[in-house]
């Protein structure tokens, strides 16, 4: 009897530590030690006094204004050899950079390590995930894609450029822009 009592709390003892989560790691250690860092930090200084949310009014405008339709842009490469503007042609909106993802770059996934009579988790690791189209977009690029317009008619179509663009909404100045060059 004295054996079976022994051998119920030891199972039962086994049981309590394997729903235990796992020691913390030293990510997890210096995640509490910088939140406490920034708990004294926010009691001591507080939150900034903005009042007119001037910079998130612009902010909403520019959205605003890069979602109408039919918005025509200029796009331009900036030619440091004559210190003045190439003009590339007309732009549907403005231009995305080849690292612009449709869908969220990674997806997170859980470790299914359930301990017996336990519904947690303990583990989760960030995986990356393809955009619509199957493909997995890199992180950064030095490249942009441009609905451009074609000059000899009214269609567009799709430009990739691996170099750095300007887009406005008004042709620039011609003291700005290199003189073009006979074709």
Known sequence: MLKNIIAI?????????????????????????????????TAQT?????????????????LELRDQTGLITYTYVFSDYNACFLYMGETVGYPLP??????????????????????????????????????????TA???WSLMKNPAGKETGPGYMEIRINAFPF???????CPSKGR
Do not use: W
């Open 9 to 41: 709390i030891s199972i039962f003892i086994l049981l309590i530590c394997c729903a235990c989560a796992p020691p913390p790691t030293s990510n997890d250690v210096q995640r509490d030690q910088q939140n406490k860092l920034l708990n004294e930090a």
């Open 98 to 139: 080849y690292a612009t993802q449709y869908t969220a770059p990674e997806t997170v996934q859980t470790y299914n390590l359930k301990a017996p009579g336990s519904d947690r988790h303990y583990g989760a690791t960030r995986l990356p995930q393809a955009d619509p189209n199957g493909l997995f977009s890199p992180a």
């Open 46 to 62: 507080g939150m900034p006094n903005i009042k007119n949310f001037r910079e998130r009014k612009l902010a909403k405008d520019i």
């Open 142 to 144: 030095e490249a942009t």
């Open 171 to 177: 042709k620039l100045p011609d003291r700005l822009v």
